[in-house]
């Protein structure tokens, strides 16, 4: 019998491995061409402590308030999983029952609910700087026992004012976490309150994980905008730092250079379900890419490619050869020839071809008619978007906070 184990000490490549899962539920950010390591290099900088599968930002403050809350009661390592679920769902009423719950996590599922909030954003927490605790939530949850016996030699301590051998307390949650309003946890929603956001706000600048990111420099701009499709169409792009400039041009240059690639994989696979009308359609879509080559052809011609790889592994050094590889053959494929005939190209396809049945083995679809099977028509066809949609929602969140006038 088979399963699968997650490593205790391994908090970052668990997470990766529950994005992946939920990633596959949405057809505009499917991997199907191997590009996630760039991508998720540039998204990591650009807005780190973020992920696809967040909804709202004022469940930062949520889940920190819940556990918490646990910690003030005691609950005791053995009961604090089964004690935190039940917190966590019984928020859902909560906030379904509030007048903002757009984004609210396990709505439909609610006592079944598989991923709970605090494994969505336990991560984020960290980065942020709101959770002190170093480890993963079941090393947090072990640690508890120790946690309160600690505070219980302080508390006898204190009364006995032996402060000289004191134990050294490390909290597990900031020191300045603002304190939950009154009626938490029964009265929730996810709207933030002017002094929520400052505090989101102040935590995001202050961390140094988050230290000269797009994120921290669109928080401390203060200023709300219309919402925009990419990041590098943000109305302040041109008051941005100089190196965040240069990643958000490497970072659209490489959105803009691989989609022609996963409209050409599409396009194969419409042409191999003789889907008629896909194809028409997967033809259109890739005539539009070709056009927005043409309009930045000069940016494309200039891009450095050494510069942009130091960026990439600069977020993540771990990169394979293979994906190297691939990306730098579409590269020469897309800037030395003529684009408008890679569609037909059968050095294109071969490439396309080959780099699926590199990745999935047995499971490519391109000349597997069982294995098509599962596709739904259009898979990862979108242009990347480094997590831009997302973070945008979490700005809009505290932005709108931040206009609040508290009572």
Known sequence: MSSF????Y????????LEVVDLFKE???RDELGLGAVRDSFADQFFPGTSTIMTRARYFLLVAWTYQRLEQRRVPSAKFSEKSRRAETDLIEAIERSNDNEGNIGKHAKTT????PSSVYWQGLGVWGIRVFPGSQSQYQRSLDRLYAQLGRHGK???ERDVEHDDLMVPNWHAGLIPPPVGFPDESSLTLTRGEAEYL???????????GSLLAELVAGRERYEPVEFAWHHPRVGLLPGKIREMLLHAQNFSELMHGAALLYNLILAEQARWNEGVVDFHTRFASWVQTLADRSRALREWKRERFWEIARTGNP???SGTHEFINAWWNLVLNGDVARLRESPVARKLITDRELRLKKNLARIGNARAQELWNGDSGSFQLEFRWRISQRLLGDIFQGLEVHDA
Do not use: G, N, V, Y
């Open 113 to 116: 609910l598989k991923r709970l």
């Open 318 to 320: 771990r990169i394979s």
């Open 27 to 29: 057809r505009d950010t």
């Open 5 to 8: 184990t997650w490593l205790d």
């Open 157 to 159: 301590r204190k009364e």
């Open 201 to 211: 706000s102040e935590r995001i600048q202050l961390s140094p994980l988050c230290a």
């Open 10 to 17: 391994s908090e970052f490549e668990r997470r990766k491995m």
